[in-house]
């Protein structure tokens, strides 16, 4: 088991830091604006949260800036708050659950829970100029997770080709690179 809370955190820090004029720019992500990734987290919050409780969710996909709650900036943080605290009942972690219509061991949907917070918490704290850090126990997590998908996967339904960072860079890079995204990346 680890601790989702500290990158939850640091993801709810941004989203509160969020302004009025940065919900129409581009992200790393290149499908979503800054209002829709807002949007994909709040829709990512409460499904890794009902993951956690191993409670069946029905609802459509999520990255529509349209849907962004008005009061993004307190309820975002509040559902990043829970979702952190579902996850640290030993329930979460045992048997099988589902997210986003897929089953998985309760281990693996925490870790792509984390991967969620600290991939999205990076798009949009480098959308918005702000800073993202994570703990190096937690990018050691999301590394595990990012370097298991195979290239076969890449799609870009999950992660997009790997960009090449050196073997030498910092680990958050190394997890950047490895999900598709260019460390480099910088707003216009």
Known sequence: MFD???AADRL???VRAVKDGDLKA???????????????VNGLSHAFTMAARKTPLDGGGTGDAARLPLDFRESIPR??????????????????????????????????????????GWDLARATGQDFEVEED???????FVSSIG?????????????EVGSNAPLLDRVLGLSGRDPRWQLG
């Open 151 to 163: 290239p076969g996967d890449r799609d870009g339904s999950l992660f997009g080709a790997a960009v």
């Open 138 to 144: 937690l990018l050691q997590v999301v590394h595990g």
């Open 26 to 40: 581009p992200t790393p992500c290149p499908e979503y604006m800054v209002g829709d990734l807002l949007d994909h």
């Open 4 to 6: 989702l809370t500290p």
């Open 12 to 14: 709810a820090g941004v």
């Open 79 to 120: 559902r990043l708050g829970e979702l952190a605290l579902a996850w640290r009942s030993p329930e979460a972690w045992e048997g099988m659950t589902a997210a986003g219509g897929v089953d998985l061991p309760g281990q693996v949907a925490a870790a792509v829970a984390l991967d969620e917070i600290v991939l999205h």
